[in-house]
């Protein structure tokens, strides 16, 4: 697929995350430095009314940045957006995809903005998002 | 309820300087398999002069200040009750590491939904690196009450 040969409707290669482990929201809480105590301590997640810890948003986020990093260099990302539509539960399996909504020209480029969506393995949406990319020139 | 009044607060401008350690961890740490975010020499290779920041970890780098929670402190947020409800970035150029990059927060929304059940609060931060505009980010978090 060349960019600039991308219509409308065109899915960008999906990303498969691995499945969330405790391990996985001890990791990102480290790395990314939200120490939010709800994504890595049971009694916290319990003291507020969760069964569970559950996975940053911000990580099924950087999902999609990479499914995005994958398809294009970084410095093609215009803008990037996403809305969380419900947690994501330890053991979820994530899947990243991307949609071509619409193709123009701004700025003296070619523009592709894509619908983004994160399911887990019921596929059930978690995060909803979307991003503009700058295409190859043509 | 949150005090209306917040919207237009302004926190103080905070600087970071971006780590590679930092960076190949959060590449651990969301399972990343470009080697250019974690291996400086595939970097380079690519055109670019250190390890990138990847897309969303400037939201990362602003949490990495003295109290990353300050301004749900400053208007009497209860951190359980909180809930990321948006996240954006517009982009205006790269950032790498050893970059230092400055931070600017303020409030620009703060509404309620379901008779008040629900708060929501928007926070915008603008960042730079020197004169130059890196990105624009915007938070909405959302308070959740019982």
């Known amino acids: 697929m060349t960019l600039s040969s991308l219509k409308l409707g065109d899915e960008i290669p999906p990303l498969s995350a691995p499945p969330i482990s405790r391990l996985t929201l001890a990791l990102y809480a480290g790395a990314s430095g939200d120490h939010n105590p709800i994504h890595v301590d049971l009694d916290f997640a319990r003291y507020h009314g969760m069964d569970d810890v559950f996975a940053h948003g911000m990580l099924a986020t950087a999902y999609l940045g990479r499914m995005l990093t994958n398809w294009v260099p970084q410095g093609a990302i215009r803008d990037f957006g996403v809305r969380f539509v419900g947690i994501c539960q330890v053991h979820d399996q994530l899947s990243c995809r991307g949609r ?25 949406p978690r995060v909803v998002g979307d991003a503009t990319v700058a295409l190859e020139p043509q | 309820m949150i005090d209306p009044a ?114 929501f609060v928007v926070r915008d931060t603008r960042v730079h690196r020197g004169n130059d505009p890196i990105a624009d980010l915007r938070s909405t978090i959302i308070v959740q009450h019982r």
Do not use: W
Request: proline share 4%; with cysteine.
């Open chain 1, 100 to 124: 071509i909504v619409d193709k123009y020209t701004e700025a003296g480029e070619t523009r592709a903005r894509l619908e983004l969506t994160v399911t887990n393995q019921d596929g059930e």
């Open chain 2, 6 to 119: 917040f919207i237009g607060y302004e926190f103080g401008l905070h600087h970071r300087e971006v780590e590679k350690g930092q960076l190949r961890f959060f590449a651990r740490a969301i399972a990343e398999t470009n080697p250019i975010y974690s291996d400086e020499a595939a970097a380079r290779a690519a055109g670019y002069p250190s390890l990138p920041v990847p897309p969303t970890f400037l939201f990362c780098l602003d949490m990495d200040r003295g109290n990353q929670y300050d301004y749900m402190d400053t208007m009497g947020i209860e951190l359980g009750k909180v809930l990321h409800g948006e996240q954006s970035f517009r982009y205006y150029g790269m950032a790498f590491a050893d970059d230092t990059l400055s931070f600017a927060s303020r409030i620009t929304d703060i509404y309620a939904k379901k008779g008040g059940l629900l708060e």
